[in-house]
């Protein structure tokens, strides 16, 4: 199993919200949202503070998938 962050940025193109919009609202490093990106772990903290941010919950930004997917 591995957890996809795919979510996230169809959500920032549904709204209209670019990665500088999302570091600025979250104060996330370009770093972290480039692991994001990556498909990279990130600390559970960091999804947080997105999902308060943008208003969402966790699962409108990422998901677990299987490795068959």
């Known amino acids: 199993m591995a957890v996809s962050d795919k979510r ?9 919200i670019k990665k500088k ?4 609202m979250t104060g996330l490093s370009y770093g972290t949202i ?9 600390q559970m903290d960091v999804l947080e503070k997105i999902c308060i941010k943008l208003n969402c919950q966790l699962n409108d930004i990422a998901e677990i998938i299987s490795e068959n997917e």
Not at 8 to 16: S, T, V, Y
Not at 21 to 24: A, N, S, T
Not at 34 to 42: A, F, I, P, T, Y
């Open 21 to 24: 919009d999302l570091k600025e």
């Open 8 to 16: 996230l940025f169809k959500l920032m193109i549904d709204r209209e």
């Open 34 to 42: 480039s692991k994001l990106e990556r498909g990279d772990n990130v």
